[in-house]
C-alpha cells in the first residue's frame, strides 16, 4: 500500500512539473443560449430573529476557481435561494448554531439536503440548504450534463461563503458555530472552503467555518493549498464508490493537514455514492471524474492530466460556460471512466447520522 501512495504521489508531481508541455485549444463553436435566471425577490440584508423557510442572499458566480483567488468584474452579483430550517428554540435572546448544507450534483433532494435540513433543526442546530443549481437556471428538466456545466462546485464555494455571511447577520444564529456540509459534489466545495486564499477574498472578515463535513466528494482535483482557515475537515466515504479515488483522497487529505486543518475520515466498507438517496443502489453509468488529475496552478489556471488549460480569455457568462464544456470534453475524452454504484444503503445511511451527532456535538454544541 505505501508503494502503491508514493507512486501516485510521484505521478501528481510529474504532473505538476511537465503538465506546460501541451495546452487545450479553443474550439470555434458557437456559443449556445443560456437559460433565464430566476425572478428572485431582492436579497435579505438584514433577517428578522424568527425569518426562515425560503430566504434569498447575495452571492456570485465565478465559474472558475481562479476567479475565487482572483476575483474581477467578471465575477457577476447573483441572488441564491436558501431554505433555512430553525430549531423551535432559536431566537435573539437564545441563538443557535447552524449548517451550511451544499447540494450534490444532481441538485437537492427531499431525501438528502431538505432531510438534513429538518433533522439538524431537531438536534438544535439550524439547517440552511443553498439552491445553487436554482440560482443560475437549472430546473428540473435541465438535464445532468448541463447542470455540471452551468454551476461549478466553484459557484458553490461562493455560495457557501456568502451563505456564511448572511447567517452570520442572522439574529438567531451564533456567528462562531456555523458549520458546512456538501454531498458529492457540495462535498468537493465544502474541502475547497478550507483554502485560505479563498476564504480571504470571500469571508469579508467573518469568522471561518467551524467545521468542514464532505460526504463523498471526488478527489480529483487539488488546489495545492498550502494554508487552511485550521477549521477541521472530517471526510465519510464508501469503499465500492468508484468516484472516489480512496489514494487521492488520502493524499488531499494529508495535504490539507499539513497546511494547518485536523482531519479525519471515516471509509464504510460496503458503502456506494448517496448512500441517503431514495434510488435503489445499482451502477450507473455516469460522468465519473476519479481517473482525471486536476492541479491548480499558482495564476489559477488548471493542468488535467498533463495538459495546460489558461483560463484567463474566460470573461463572460457565456465564455465561462463555452470554457466549461472544453473542460468537460477533454476530461470526458481522456481520463472519465463509465459510472459508479449509487443509491440507497439504510445501514450505512443510520451509521453515518449517528456520527454525524458526534461530530456535531463536538464542534458545534460543546462549550
Excluded at 488546489?223 to 487552511?228: G, H, I, R, S, Y
Excluded at 444503503?345 to 462549550?367: C, G, W
Aim: charged letters at 20%; a negative charge; hydrophobic letters at 40%.
Amino acid at each position: 500500500m505505501l508503494g502503491h501512495l508514493l507512486q501516485r504521489f510521484m505521478f501528481l508531481v510529474a504532473i505538476s512539473l511537465a503538465g506546460y508541455a501541451t495546452t487545450i485549444a479553443a474550439e470555434s463553436t458557437i456559443k449556445p443560449l443560456l437559460p433565464p435566471l430566476p425572478a428572485y425577490p431582492a436579497p435579505q440584508k438584514n433577517p428578522n430573529p424568527a425569518d426562515q423557510g425560503e430566504l434569498y442572499f447575495s452571492s456570485t458566480t465565478p465559474g472558475e476557481y481562479k476567479w475565487l483567488l482572483y476575483p474581477d468584474d467578471s465575477v457577476v452579483p447573483t441572488t441564491v435561494k436558501g431554505t433555512l430550517f430553525l430549531p423551535k428554540q432559536a431566537s435573539l435572546q437564545n441563538p443557535v448554531p447552524a449548517m451550511v448544507i451544499l447540494h450534490g450534483s444532481g441538485g437537492v433532494q427531499d431525501s438528502r439536503e431538505m432531510a438534513y435540513g429538518r433533522e439538524l433543526a431537531a438536534q438544535g442546530i439550524a439547517g440552511f440548504v443553498v439552491h445553487s443549481y436554482e440560482a443560475r437556471g437549472v430546473t428540473e428538466v435541465t438535464s445532468y450534463g448541463e447542470r455540471v456545466t452551468l454551476v461549478t462546485d466553484a459557484d458553490e464555494v461562493a455560495d457557501a461563503y456568502a451563505a456564511l455571511k448572511f447567517l452570520n447577520r442572522h439574529p438567531a444564529i451564533r456567528a462562531d458555530r456555523i458549520g458546512v456540509m456538501g454531498f458529492s459534489y457540495g462535498g468537493m466545495a465544502t474541502r475547497a472552503a478550507l483554502d485560505q486564499r479563498i476564504y480571504d477574498t470571500q469571508a469579508e472578515g467573518v469568522a471561518p467555518f467551524a467545521l468542514h463535513l464532505d460526504y463523498y466528494g471526488p478527489c480529483h482535483f487539488d488546489l495545492q493549498t498550502t494554508e487552511t482557515t485550521g477549521a477541521p475537515l472530517y471526510s465519510l466515504r464508501g469503499a465500492e464508490d468508484g468516484s472516489n479515488d480512496l489514494v487521492a483522497c488520502a493524499l488531499l487529505e494529508q495535504k490539507l493537514r499539513q497546511a494547518g486543518s485536523p482531519v479525519g475520515s471515516h471509509i464504510f466498507p460496503s458503502a456506494g455514492h448517496a448512500w441517503e438517496m431514495e434510488r435503489t443502489r445499482a451502477f450507473v453509468s455516469t460522468l465519473n471524474p476519479a481517473p482525471c488529475h486536476q492541479i491548480l496552478t499558482a495564476d489559477g489556471n488548471w493542468i488535467i492530466n498533463g495538459t495546460f488549460l489558461d483560463l484567463s480569455d474566460a470573461r463572460t457568462r457565456e465564455d465561462k460556460y463555452h470554457l466549461r464544456q472544453r473542460v468537460l470534453k477533454h476530461m470526458k475524452d481522456q481520463c472519465m471512466s463509465d459510472g459508479y454504484i449509487i443509491g440507497q444503503d439504510k445501514q450505512v445511511h443510520k451509521l453515518s447520522n449517528d456520527l454525524l451527532k458526534i461530530l456535531i456535538n463536538r464542534h458545534l454544541l460543546a462549550e
